[in-house]
């Protein structure tokens, strides 16, 4: 089981970037699936989650910037974010559960981890 975050990079505050998650060993259709960020010298925070119905739910600070989604027949997770804010720079990784079922807010509840990608917003 592994995640592969890509598409990361620098942008102009108002910008957007829509880095994606390839998973392999498991199939993303109808399993949990969560973005976390790290920003410099703070705590990964929870970005977004999708659940295995299919329903979203996105961290306070999003404020209906993000969108989270898969293409399945890519085995692939999104996380497209519009209206980027330097506040916004971090490191983004995605997230899943192998060892039960879990879909929350938890770093602790993840044991699979991508390695994450950085996401950096100028003014």
């Known amino acids: 089981v592994q995640l592969v975050e890509s598409g990361g990079g620098s942008v102009p505050a108002g910008g957007s970037l829509t880095p994606p998650c390839s998973a392999s060993g498991f199939a993303v259709a109808g399993t949990c699936m969560a973005w976390f960020r790290q920003p410099p010298g703070r705590e990964r925070e929870g970005v977004a989650l999708?659940?295995?119905?299919?329903?979203?739910n996105y961290g306070d600070f999003v404020h209906g910037r993000f969108i989270v989604s898969t293409d399945n027949a890519k085995n692939t997770l999104f996380l497209q974010m519009n209206d980027l804010s330097p506040i916004d720079t971090a490191m983004y990784y995605c997230?899943?559960?192998?060892?039960?079922?879990?879909?929350?807010?938890?770093?602790?509840?993840?044991?699979?981890w991508g390695q994450g990608t950085q996401v950096s917003v100028s003014l």
């Open positions: 999708l659940g295995a119905s299919g329903h979203t």
């Open positions: 997230a899943t559960a192998t060892r039960r079922a879990y879909c929350g807010w938890s770093k602790a509840g993840y044991d699979v």
